[in-house]
């Protein structure tokens, strides 16, 4: 998976409850997406990063925040979960010149009772 | 209405068989298109990229842009079980480098 790790891969938790979700890349790529992915909708960008500390938002980013003070580690968290935050998860990287392609990691699972 | 319309299948079909996976959009910015596959459970990966109109060709994948219909296609020639998996458009504009994803159609190669 391109020199991606996400972690956890899986996680249970509770409404109301805040939850952390990293992504860690080892290609020294400038732009980090978070996306979510859900049966019916595909891919669905969450927030992205263009460089450490550059953020913005993307589709659907109401109930997320994220932060990256580093060039390889881009965080993701739900401040506080709810049951419509229950999906699969993905971290992808591109770099400066190819945006379009974009390398993915291998998900996290998310599962918010 | 979504920007970009995939059918989500699934599409069964026998293995050698020629598979056609289309993709639809309304915004004519669009210049920049690309196909990805997921396997279950994995992340997606690029399988082919076009920029603007026309045909590109890498083994048995055929990525084919019609701008002026807002069409896209993938063929893929002698299918195998291996091919089995889910296939995503996504496209963008030049001036705006978010992709815009299709929801994906499920492909079934059955031996």
């Known amino acids: 998976d391109a020199g991606i790790t996400q972690s956890p891969r899986h996680k249970v938790t509770e409404t109301g409850t805040p939850v952390t979700l990293r992504c860690h890349q080892t290609?020294?790529?400038?732009?980090m997406y978070w996306y979510r992915q859900d049966p019916g909708h595909g891919l669905r960008l969450i927030h992205y990063?263009?460089?450490?500390?550059?953020?913005d938002k993307g589709e659907v980013s109401d109930g997320y925040s994220v932060s990256r003070s580093k060039t390889e580690d881009f965080l993701l968290t739900l401040e506080s979960a709810t049951s419509s935050q229950t999906s699969v998860y993905f971290c992808a990287i591109s770099d400066q010149g190819v945006r379009e392609t974009q390398y993915f990691g291998p998900g996290t699972r998310l599962l918010v009772l | 209405q979504k920007e970009v319309e995939q059918d989500p299948g699934p599409l069964s079909v026998p293995e050698g068989a020629i598979v056609s996976l289309n993709c639809t959009y309304s915004?004519?910015?669009?210049?920049?298109f690309m196909w990805y596959r997921q396997y279950s459970r994995k992340g997606p990966e690029l399988l082919m990229y076009t920029y603007s109109s026309g045909n590109k060709e890498d083994g048995r994948f055929t990525a084919q842009v019609d701008k002026s219909s807002k069409y896209i296609s993938l063929f893929i020639r002698d299918s195998q079980p291996s091919d089995s998996a889910t296939y995503l458009c996504?496209?963008?504009?030049?001036?705006?480098?978010?992709?815009?994803w299709g929801a994906g159609t499920k492909l079934i190669i059955k031996p």
């Open positions: 290609e020294n790529h400038r732009y």
């Open positions: 990063s263009y460089g450490v500390k550059d953020t």
């Open positions: 915004n004519s910015a669009f210049q920049y």
């Open positions: 996504a496209m963008r504009a030049d001036s705006n480098y978010q992709l815009i």
